[in-house]
């Protein structure tokens, strides 16, 4: 793996201000690994516009902590809330999450590296609701390292779902009445 330069960065937000490229990355990650995925953001964001040599773990990491804030609940009380402040957030936030993965993809060596970036891609699609983005993805994987059988047996999986999906069972509220149409006045 390449370091990042040691370039002292001033980074929009203020948040960076005075670290080094390696500095932010690896706060990036520290806060990442704290599940603190907003925190995050503005160190992964310096990283990636200021290193020099481009690697692919930046944008896998970045593209991860991205995609983790749009799933993330925290506590308001006893209710649980969105870390996202709303679902347009959440959709730029996917959006540029899988965009770093897919720079990631391009970077990242063939083999398990690749495969490993493009499930984690395949994965976000199906979690977002594009089942054909994500079999792709599985099979851009299972391209990158035929080695990993469960790669295919995954997207084989996937392809039969979308072939044949399961039939859907509208739920009944045990409370819930019908009311028969009624003609308007």
């Known amino acids: 793996m390449r370091a990042p330069r040691a370039q002292r960065v001033g980074g929009a937000s203020g948040v960076v201000n005075g670290l080094t490229v390696p500095e932010a990355y690896a706060r990036a990650i520290e806060l990442a690994k704290q599940e603190r995925y907003r925190q995050c953001l503005p160190y992964y964001e310096t990283a990636v516009a200021w290193v020099r040599s481009d690697f692919w773990e930046l944008h896998f990491n970045y593209g991860a902590a991205l995609l983790n804030l749009t799933l993330q609940y925290g506590e308001r009380g006893p ?43 395949a994965n976000a699609f199906a979690v977002w609701g594009f089942p054909w983005e994500s079999l792709v ?49």
């Open 79 to 121: 209710h649980p809330v969105a870390a996202t402040r709303s679902s347009v957030e959440r959709v730029m936030l996917v959006r540029e999450g899988i965009r770093q993965l897919s720079r990631a993809a391009e970077l990242a060596p063939a083999g398990a590296a690749r495969a490993r970036v493009l499930g984690e891609r």
């Open 137 to 185: 993805s599985l099979r851009e994987a299972q391209e990158a390292d035929p080695g990993q059988p469960e790669i295919k047996r995954q997207a084989d999986a996937l392809l039969q779902l979308i072939l044949n999906p399961p039939p859907t069972v509208e739920p009944r509220s045990s409370h819930a009445r019908r009311v028969p149409p009624r003609a308007l006045p």
